[in-house]
């Protein structure tokens, strides 16, 4: 038996940060099955419980998960476990929890002002950055023209995908909710639609939330960018990189306050609406898991044959930046050991440090199935019927503005934001949303990954770098 020399003879040995001791946990489980017995035998009226000892069984369970958030010490877990309690709360104490909006309302307010900002810097960075095609040649265009088909594809499977689940229709909407945050939208025809692509004044366009406006601004500026000498264009990118930099920072400040937010949006739903509203959520969760498998079988899987990559290599080498990625629920996170994992495969370090970068703003294969389905999901539950036109009009602009979020958790939920906004949806279900959205990024975080590291294997491919030289002479199979 090996002994530590560096712990002192006769001192306990203290349990790491962030672990909870087992104990604990079994106590916790232990609560659970008691407090869900009780509820069961109460239901099906085998046993007659007083109400008051199951509520006060069901809070204490409550408070033992709050001990475990404390000692987790972990967003992700306060995000989950707000949901369950902002749930149980709304059905406790209903006429309290409809007055919990104003908190839910504060974090829209704070999601909202980095909006323009954040898409400004990645959209900018994206297209000066990376996309100078003079110096990358054929790689730059076929990086954006591969980048842009299969995020287009994901984006109308999400949509078919919520089209047939129909995961948020059924959903009664009480008065006081109904259309509470639309704002009229004027019917409009073709010409008045192109004109309100193109923005005529950028201050009023973020002052307005029209985000598709500040997307055409940003690609716009991008480009001029790109076109300047180099010593316009380093200060420029230094800039706009600093400004994501900080906008992604802000985020991340701001996710703190999302525990707080999701208790109250639950509290607040469930207070006006019932527990059904979870059947939608579920309903919601299994669309998105479905509709991403078949865009691995269905999309990915073939490119992959059809630029006869080995399929077996290529999933043992993407494992770790895959399981980093789901478990951090960060692309971002995933990135450095990705990048490493894709030069073992073969793949030359210039079209890795190339494609992968530039695959983490224009190629969210999974955050673009995600935003689509979920934007639907909104109207859905909203009770508003989009006609097949407006859809396709919510893709074009999910193309754009989908570009460049996927490296921080939850960012997303600021394009869903924008989204919703500029196309009069109701903005209340997205809070709903937000309290199973970790579940949802686990998911699409991982297939950003997959996407991003396939990708740079379909471009060396197509470029006749890979496989490496010396395994010309014998390519390995699937």
């Known amino acids: 038996m090996t002994i530590d020399s560096t712990q002192p003879s006769g001192q306990k040995v203290q349990p790491a940060k962030g672990k909870i001791p087992a104990k604990y946990l079994l106590t916790m489980l232990a609560l659970l099955f008691a407090v869900s017995l009780m509820t069961i035998l109460n239901q099906y009226q085998l046993i007659e419980i007083n109400k008051t000892v199951l509520i006060l069984s069901r809070w204490l369970f409550l408070g033992v998960l709050v001990g475990y958030a404390v000692q987790k010490r972990s967003l992700t877990t306060w995000i989950l476990i707000s949901m369950i309690l902002g749930a149980e709360f709304g059905h406790d104490f209903p006429s309290i929890a409809i007055n919990l909006n104003l908190i839910s309302q504060i974090f829209l307010r704070l999601i909202k002002t980095i909006i323009a900002p954040l898409l400004f810097a990645t959209i900018v960075v994206g297209i000066a950055g990376h996309s100078d095609l003079k110096q990358v040649g054929r790689m730059g265009w076929k990086s954006l023209v591969y980048f842009e088909i299969v995020s287009t594809i994901a984006l109308f499977i999400g949509l078919i995908a919520i089209n047939i689940s129909k995961a948020g229709v059924g959903v009664e909407i009480p008065k006081a909710m109904e259309h509470s945050d639309l704002t009229a939208v004027p019917a409009q025809n073709g010409t008045d639609i192109i004109l309100h692509i193109f923005p005529e004044n950028i201050a009023k366009s973020i002052y307005e939330g029209q985000i598709l406006q500040v997307v055409i601004f940003s690609i716009l500026f991008g480009i001029a960018v790109a076109m300047l000498k180099d010593k316009f264009k380093r200060p420029m990118i230094v800039f706009t990189e600093a400004l994501a930099e900080t906008m992604f920072k802000f985020t991340s400040i701001i996710m703190y306050f ?31 898991y479905v509709s991403l498998t078949v865009f691995l079988v269905g999309v990915l899987l073939p490119i992959a044959l059809l630029f006869r990559i080995p399929v077996r290599k290529f999933i043992t080498a993407i ?12 692309s971002e996170s995933a990135l450095p050991i990705a990048m490493e994992r894709m030069e073992e495969f073969g793949v030359p370090r210039k079209i890795v440090a190339f494609v992968m970068p530039t695959g983490y703003s224009f190629n969210l294969d999974g955050t673009t199935l995600y935003l689509s389905l979920a934007t639907i999901f909104i109207a859905q539950i909203g009770g508003i019927d989009l006609s097949f036109d407006k859809q396709l009009l919510i893709v074009f602009t999910l193309m754009l503005t989908s570009k460049g979020v996927a490296g921080v958790p939850r960012a997303s939920l600021v394009i869903l934001l924008a989204t919703a906004s500029s ?26 990954v997959i996407g991003n590291c396939l990708a740079t294997v379909v471009i060396a491919r197509w470029e006749n770098e890979y496989p490496p030289v010396k395994q010309q002479q014998a390519e390995p199979g699937i």
Not at 270 to 285: E, H, R, S, T
Not at 319 to 330: D, G, L, N, Q, R
């Open 258 to 288: 999302a525990p707080f937010a999701v208790f109250a949006a639950i509290a607040f739903s469930i207070g006006q609406m019932g527990l059904d509203i979870f059947v939608n959520l579920f309903k919601l969760l299994a669309t998105l």
């Open 319 to 330: 494992s770790e930046p895959v399981a980093i990625a789901f478990a951090t629920t960060s």
């Open 423 to 448: 196309f009069g949806l109701p903005i209340w279900p997205i809070y709903i949303i937000l309290g199973i959205d970790e579940l949802m990024d686990m998911a699409r975080t991982s297939v950003n």
